[in-house]
């Protein structure tokens, strides 16, 4: 055991948050347009290295007892430490990062780990276990629903695979990456899901109470960002563990790669039951944990409230007979909540959520019998050069679009002329290719970045086909 140590740790890491909490607002004044996660390309990166500092390889010391691996790959890990035993709060992805933050933990106890616990199904939690067990196996804690959140969509998983890639930016060069909003870049994935250990004891939907290693545990079912998952509370240290229900940035309320439907109402509400109890230390799923109630219960409160006022404003905006493009384009982040910075859109996107929560509600259709049956692509294709003066015409418009750095108009018009046969295919792609680094350039939401950044380099080295384009 060595406590003193912990503690410098914990302090440093309490300085770090709050320094982040002053820096990040007045980088925001300059430059953010709301609603737009586009900045200018120098404030982007500084911005995405400031949030870098959420999770740098450490172990912090949360309180007596309580320890978080953070850094040591893209999530947390925790270690409780009670009488005879420890238990673990997520395991990592895989069995070798698992077992360098448990050697890690190990410096504050040697004690066998009695309990594992997942706070939810995804791969980068539940990979690492078997690298964390001793000589007796320890009981395996999840919920009844435990593997619900992914799995229902396996026979896109071709696709899917190719879109996790670009969205975590898994094959970006060195020189082009960043991170991944709440998690650092290239982070080893060659051992994912071989540590995995089913679970052996089911959490119901009512919850359970009970005592391991002397430790007074309660679990909470609180679906959210799975529909799976669960928050562990403490009741004597008042320690919560959120499991990715809150994590330092706007909730991946949808996520690029493709997801179903994630219940945002219960995510909200999942997250106020969170802040009611009052934690005085806040361990998330991914990003550095508070150490101060005063501000975990600020951050779980606004996180709640910011998820339902996008849900609510969404809603609204459907039920008044707008389109899903159109709510996109106008939802926003209460002006008290807009530039706190575990809300920033680092990681989620509110328009990104709004089109989710669309097609969630009410599916594909917008209601505008415009969209029950739209022109084929080529055909539309074909109008628009009409309407322009023909294909040359088109072409013009597509690279002055790029000279001026209206990049997203230039992307539209080189998809369009993708259809033409008289259009030089190589040229719009070569303009596809420039406007998608352009936007990367000024993205601080890094899946969005990171998705440019990967198709941009796939369409110049030829792997993707033409309908990809
Ligand atoms: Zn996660």
């Known amino acids: 055991m060595q406590p003193k140590e912990g503690r410098k740790v914990n302090r440093s890491k309490i300085r770090v948050f709050r320094s982040l909490f002053c820096l990040l607002p007045l980088m925001m004044l300059a430059s953010r347009v709301q609603g737009e ?183 909470h079912v609180a679906p959210g960002e799975t529909d799976d998952a669960m928050f562990i509370w403490l009741p004597n240290k008042k320690v919560l563990f959120a499991g990715d229900n809150f994590y330092s940035s706007f909730p991946n309320l949808y996520a690029i790669r493709g997801t179903a439907y994630r219940n945002v109402l219960k995510w909200s509400e999942s997250v106020g039951k969170m802040a009611a109890l009052e934690p005085e230390f806040l361990v998330p799923g991914h990003t550095m944990p508070i150490l101060d109630q005063d501000l975990a219960v600020a951050a779980l409160t606004d996180y709640s409230e910011a998820i339902r006022s996008v849900y609510d404003q969404t809603v609204r905006g459907i039920n008044a007979g707008k389109s899903p493009d159109l709510i996109a384009h106008e939802v926003r982040l209460p002006d008290h909540l807009k530039d706190k910075p575990y809300l920033i859109e680092f990681y989620g996107s509110v328009p990104h959520a709004v089109r989710a929560i669309y097609s969630g509600l009410l599916g594909w259709f917008d209601g505008n019998p415009t969209t029950l049956s739209p022109l084929h692509p080529r055909k539309e294709a074909e109008k628009m050069a009409q309407l322009a003066g023909g294909t040359q015409r088109l072409t013009e418009q597509m690279e002055s679009a790029l000279a001026a750095e209206e990049f997203q108009w230039a992307l539209e018009l080189s998809d369009h002329l993708k259809w033409l046969d008289d259009a030089d295919k190589k040229l719009a792609r070569k303009v596809k290719i420039e406007a998608l680094r352009g936007l990367a350039g000024r993205e601080y939401n890094a899946p969005n970045r990171n998705y440019y950044l990967s198709y941009a380099n796939e369409l110049e080295s030829g792997a993707l086909s033409e309908i990809w384009f």
């Open 37 to 219: 996660t586009k900045v200018d390309p120098k404030t982007a990166l500084r911005m995405l290295n400031a949030q870098q500092q959420q999770f740098e390889k450490t172990v912090v010391q949360v309180t007596d007892n309580v320890y978080t691996a953070v850094g040591f790959h893209g999530a947390n890990t925790s270690m409780i430490v009670g009488k005879d035993g420890v238990i673990i709060v997520d395991t990592l992805r895989g069995p070798s990062s698992a077992a360098r933050a448990l050697e890690a933990m190990r410096k504050y106890s040697d004690q066998p780990v009695k309990a594992i616990i997942y706070t939810h199904s995804h791969g980068d939690h539940i990979g690492g276990a078997n690298a964390m067990v001793g000589e007796t196996m320890p009981d395996i804690y999840a919920t009844e629903s435990f593997g619900s959140a992914e799995g229902v969509n396996e026979a896109v998983n071709p696709v899917k695979r190719k879109r996790n890639i670009r969205q975590f930016g898994r094959k970006l060069s060195p020189l082009e990456m960043t991170n991944r909003g709440v998690a650092p870049a290239g982070t080893a994935d060659n051992d994912g899901g071989k540590g995995f250990l089913q679970p052996t004891v089911k959490v119901p939907k009512e919850g359970l109470k009970t005592t391991i290693a002397g430790v007074e545990l309660e679990f």
